[in-house]
């Protein structure tokens, strides 16, 4: 089986931190990927990783644990405009192009 | 400009009536791939597609079709629509890491 877990909802105040938790069990791993999604739009890329640790991209850094089946999404500086859902997916085969997506996180980011 | 579009980007349709949506893209991307998006179940994956002629099936194929008949388009085909199938659909393009999506197509069956 597969499933992708993140928390429903979050609520962060401007310029702050804030972390998005995501965790898998999926049959076949080869990335995964974080996308951003304003309500009423399309998704749109923010991160990948594919071996173990952090990568930064301004604001936004995101870390990846193979052997827990965790990763998570860190945005500091936190702006009104990153009201979003955070989408966590996975890429399931070496050759295909499968992805499995989480049900997303609604992040609401207040004055 | 780099795009994903979309045809058409708001439908609604009776049971039963074959149904056609498009999707192009002019990027030159080999990878493609449709989605379906419900509340509370996150996008899931339909059919992807490889190259010309080269498609698979994600994780929920039942009732829908797909071909890759030229690189830019992957039209997805819905032969007999049924209720179930209302939701919000987007197509993506990708020629590695980073997916792409088009702008979605909301299909309502009633």
């Known amino acids: 089986g597969q499933n992708i877990d993140q928390p429903t909802e979050m609520t962060a105040t401007e310029g702050a931190i804030v972390q998005i938790n995501c965790t898998y069990q999926?049959?076949?791993?080869?990335?995964l990927f974080w996308y951003q999604q304003h309500a009423g739009e399309a998704p749109t890329f923010l991160s990948y990783n594919v071996l173990d640790g952090l990568e930064e991209k301004g604001r936004f850094s995101s870390f990846l644990s193979r052997s827990k089946g965790y990763s998570y999404l860190l945005l500091k500086e936190l702006q009104m405009k990153d009201s979003a859902s955070y989408l966590c997916?996975?890429?399931?085969?070496?050759?295909?192009?499968?992805?499995?997506f989480g049900p997303g996180t609604r992040l609401s980011v207040l004055p | 400009e780099a795009q994903v579009t979309q045809n058409p980007r708001y439908l609604i349709t009776v049971t039963g009536k074959k149904l056609t949506v498009t999707c192009s893209q002019n990027?030159?991307?080999?990878?493609m791939s449709w989605y379906r998006q419900d509340p509370g179940l996150g996008l899931r994956q339909i059919y992807y597609?490889?190259?010309?002629?080269?498609?698979d099936k994600g994780d929920v194929p039942e009732g829908y079709k797909v071909s890759r008949k030229e690189k830019r388009n992957f039209p997805l085909i819905l032969e007999s629509p049924s209720p179930n199938q209302t939701s919000l659909y987007f197509c993506?393009?990708?020629?590695?890491?980073?997916?792409?999506f088009g702008p979605g197509t909301r299909l309502t069956v009633t």
């Open positions: 990027m030159n991307h080999e990878y």
């Open positions: 997916a996975v890429k399931k085969g070496n050759y295909g192009q499968n992805f499995v």
């Open positions: 999926t049959s076949g791993f080869n990335g």
């Open positions: 993506a393009s990708s020629s590695g890491w980073e997916q792409y």
């Open positions: 597609s490889m190259n010309v002629e080269v498609t």
